[in-house]
């Protein structure tokens, strides 16, 4: 496989496209989704929540976390998630600005 040159790049187009590959399922759609619905979650309610095994939701929320869209606390034997606020405003800021460049053309396809 080729080399992709990220260097080549922004930053900024970079970072989006990082957020855009950890947004990339359904599954963690579905996550942030419940998250923003009820504000904090523990794993296990994902669980219930998800027809995915345990392993394969706590994965989810470690690719999630690991780009720092989720934040998680540890409380006993179970992690607390939540979004990162400042996270979340940073991709919807990112996206809002790319849709803001369309203008639709005249002549195109």
């Not at 922004?10 to 923003?36: C, D, M």
């Amino acid at each position: 496989m080729g080399v992709t040159k990220t260097e080549n790049f922004t930053s900024q187009q970079n970072q989006l496209a990082t957020y855009a590959k950890a947004l990339a399922h359904p599954a963690r759609i579905a996550i942030i989704e419940y998250l923003l619905k009820n504000q904090t979650c523990i794993c296990g309610d994902l669980v219930d929540e998800l027809p995915l095994a345990q392993a394969t939701v706590s994965q989810h929320l470690k690719e999630l976390k690991q780009v720092g869209i989720l934040k998680g606390e540890v409380e006993g034997t179970s992690v607390c998630y939540c979004l990162n606020e400042q996270v979340w405003n940073e991709i919807k800021t990112a996206l809002n600005g790319l849709f803001d460049l369309y203008v639709p053309a005249k002549n195109c396809c």
